[in-house]
T-cell receptor, first 115, second 119 residues
Framework: GDSVTQMEGPVTLSEEAFLTINCTYT??????LFWYVQYPGEGLQLLLKATKADDKGSNKGFEATYRKETTSFHLEKGSVQVSDSAVYFC??????????????FGQGTRLTINP | DTEVTQTPKHLVMGMTNKKSLKCEQHMGHRAMYWYKQKAKKPPELMFVYSYEKLSINESVPSRFSPECPNSSLLNLHLHALQPEDSALYLCASSQDLVWPDGSSYNEQFFGPGTRLTVL
C-alpha cells in the first residue's frame, strides 16, 4: 500500500539556520503531497502542498518540490525562527480501490529552534 | 469560513461514562474524518464519512460510535472507554476531489482537537 517515510528527528537547530526535513513516498499513480505542521496543543495545519510532478509548494518561507523521479518531497527553509518549533508531518493523498480517499502520514519530525 | 470547530476542547471521563465529541464545518465539504492521536505519533484514522455515509471504519472498537447527522456535523459517541483511549481526537473535512486523470487529491482541514482523558 501507499506509504510515507520521513526523517524522524528530533531536529534541533539554532535560529537562522537552514532546515531540511526529508520525506520520501511509495504510491500507485500520482498522489498529491502535503506538509502539515502541528504546534503544541493544537490540531494540524496545512503548511504547503503540491499536486503534480515538479510543482513547488511554498508558504511562510518553507518550500517543497514534488520530485517524481526520486519520489521525494523534502521540506526546506532558508532561515528558521524560534516560532517554527513544532512537529512537521509529510502526507500523501491516497485513493484505495474501495472506500473514500484518505491521507497517509509520515511519522512526524519534531523541530526545536533555539534562540 | 475555512474553519473546523470541535467541542469540547478538553474532556475527562470515567470508564462507565457516556460522552460525545462534536465537530462542525461550513465549507461545504462532503467528507469528514475522525482521527486519534497519541503523543509523539501521527494521527491514526478511525472513521471516514463521505456524503453522510460511513465509508471507512478502520476496525475501531465498538465503544466508539460515529454519527453524521448532516453534511456539516460529525459526532463521536463514547461509552465504556479504557484508560488507553486517552488521546487527542481530531476531526477533519475535505472536498474529497479526484482529478480528471483519476489521481487523488485529499487536502484535509483539521480542527483543534479534543484532549480526552479516561480515568
Amino acid at each position: 500500500g501507499d506509504s510515507v517515510t520521513q526523517m524522524e528527528g528530533p531536529v534541533t537547530l539554532s535560529e537562522e539556520a537552514f532546515l531540511t526535513i526529508n520525506c520520501t513516498y511509495t504510491a500507485t499513480g500520482y498522489p498529491s503531497l502535503f506538509w502539515y505542521v502541528q504546534y503544541p496543543g493544537e490540531g494540524l495545519q496545512l503548511l504547503l502542498k503540491a499536486t503534480k510532478a515538479d510543482d513547488k509548494g511554498s508558504n511562510k518561507g518553507f518550500e517543497a518540490t514534488y520530485r517524481k523521479e526520486t519520489t521525494s518531497f523534502h521540506l526546506e527553509k532558508g532561515s528558521v525562527q524560534v516560532s517554527d518549533s513544532a512537529v512537521y508531518f509529510c502526507a500523501l493523498s491516497s485513493k484505495p480501490l474501495q472506500g473514500a480517499q484518505k491521507l497517509v502520514f509520515g511519522q512526524g519530525t519534531r523541530l526545536t529552534i533555539n534562540p | 469560513d475555512t474553519e473546523v470547530t470541535q467541542t469540547p476542547k478538553h474532556l475527562v471521563m470515567g470508564m462507565t461514562n457516556k460522552k460525545s465529541l462534536k465537530c462542525e464545518q461550513h465549507m461545504g465539504h462532503r467528507a469528514m474524518y475522525w482521527y486519534k492521536q497519541k503523543a509523539k505519533k501521527p494521527p491514526e484514522l478511525m472513521f471516514v464519512y463521505s456524503y453522510e455515509k460511513l465509508s471507512i471504519n478502520e476496525s475501531v472498537p465498538s465503544r466508539f460510535s460515529p454519527e453524521c447527522p448532516n453534511s456539516s456535523l460529525l459526532n463521536l459517541h463514547l461509552h465504556a472507554l479504557q484508560p488507553e483511549d486517552s488521546a487527542l481526537y481530531l476531526c477533519a473535512s475535505s472536498q474529497d476531489l479526484v482529478w480528471p486523470d483519476g489521481s487523488s487529491y485529499n487536502e484535509q482541514f483539521f480542527g483543534p482537537g479534543t484532549r480526552l482523558t479516561v480515568l
